[in-house]
């Protein structure tokens, strides 16, 4: 049967503070805390704890908001579960953690310099049902090798997107909400929706020329003809499927959820380097008034791979799909 140690200041057979039951704790213990403000910071170091509030959420509130540099909650090389409890800080974050396991139900998170939560070196965690604000950055910075997940919160962070996840992260971040209860990180990076709308005449472009082509051969005279059908009806298809794959890219890029775009954007540019070889090909640029859409398609093609491949498209992907 796993350790329960009582936190009471007023209780003569109790913990005072919560960081004299954390010393004193076992591995595998819970720390069950009575109601009330506690002025500390909390440490856990190689050990697996677990720290709630007796009488539900909101009773308990770990304040460290006067520190610049400690985190209200730590944990390093362990496993820290933390329910029902308010946390707040300064300087630093709210609650940290690094190659460890951490997992925060219930609880009200509060940072007034950098993330609410600081998550690196490995480390994995999981959210469920908390409120968390950030006055200095984002709600949840999660670093290189870390993963985890962040379910049914609210977020309020000073930055766009309000979750921030390295390259080499991963967390998945549904139903994530703001301070309102509406969804969060619905603002898009104006990158991505100059790419989305680059992006368009490209697909109207693909279904037009297939369609075109099409027509012309039907129009066409010699033979044989079904031998320029058969031409036609592959034309068309790869066409169609280009144009699907990019009306389908656009939907994905616009809610964040994937970045599949980059795909019918690099076949659009190039079509766009293959025009341009044929002008140098032709010798002296000689230039057809036909060449005109598939430039101009192409170039701006190329605008929306750059947007795409941005700082903030990149954060905005992350932030909704962990790509």
Not at 35 to 42: D, K, M, S, V
Not at 163 to 184: E, F, I
Request: charged share 15%.
């Amino acid at each position: 049967m796993s350790q329960t140690l009582i936190v009471a200041p007023e209780q003569s057979d109790a913990y005072p503070t919560i960081g004299a039951a954390l010393s004193a704790a076992a591995d595998g213990a819970t720390v069950s805390v009575a109601p009330g403000t506690y002025y500390e910071a909390l440490y856990v170091n190689d050990s697996n704890l677990t720290i709630v509030a007796a009488q539900g959420a909101g009773t308990v509130i770990v304040d460290a908001s006067a520190s610049t540099s400690h985190p209200a909650a730590s944990c390093r090389n362990g496993r820290l579960e933390l329910r029902d409890l308010v946390l707040r800080c300064g300087g630093a974050p709210a609650v940290s953690v690094g190659r460890s396991r951490l997992t925060v139900t219930g609880c009200e998170l509060t940072s007034d310099g950098g993330p609410a939560v600081d998550v690196r070196d490995g480390s994995e965690l999981t959210l469920r049902g908390c409120r968390i604000r950030a006055a200095d950055g984002p709600a949840v910075a999660v670093g290189d090798g870390c993963r985890g997940s962040v379910t049914d919160c609210r977020v309020e962070a000073s930055v766009d997107p309000a979750v921030a996840v390295a390259p080499g992260g991963h967390l998945s971040t549904r139903p994530l909400r703001d301070g309102s209860g509406t969804p969060a990180g619905t603002r898009r990076p104006p990158a991505v929706i100059a790419a989305v709308l680059l992006m368009v005449p490209a697909a109207l472009t693909w279904l037009v020329a297939g369609i075109g082509f099409t027509v012309a051969t039907y129009r066409a005279e010699g033979d044989p003809k079904w031998l320029l059908w058969i031409v036609a009806l592959a034309i068309l298809a790869l066409c169609l499927l280009i144009t699907f794959v990019t009306v389908i890219g656009i939907w994905l890029a616009w809610t964040g959820d994937s970045q599949i775009l980059r795909g019918p954007a690099g076949i659009t540019v190039a079509l766009f380097l293959i025009t341009l070889i044929m002008l140098l090909v032709r010798g002296r640029l000689h230039f057809e008034r036909t060449m005109l859409t598939p430039l101009v398609v192409g170039a701006l093609a190329t605008v929306a791979i750059a947007l795409l491949r941005s700082g903030p498209a990149k954060a905005w992907f992350r932030a909704h799909s962990g790509t």
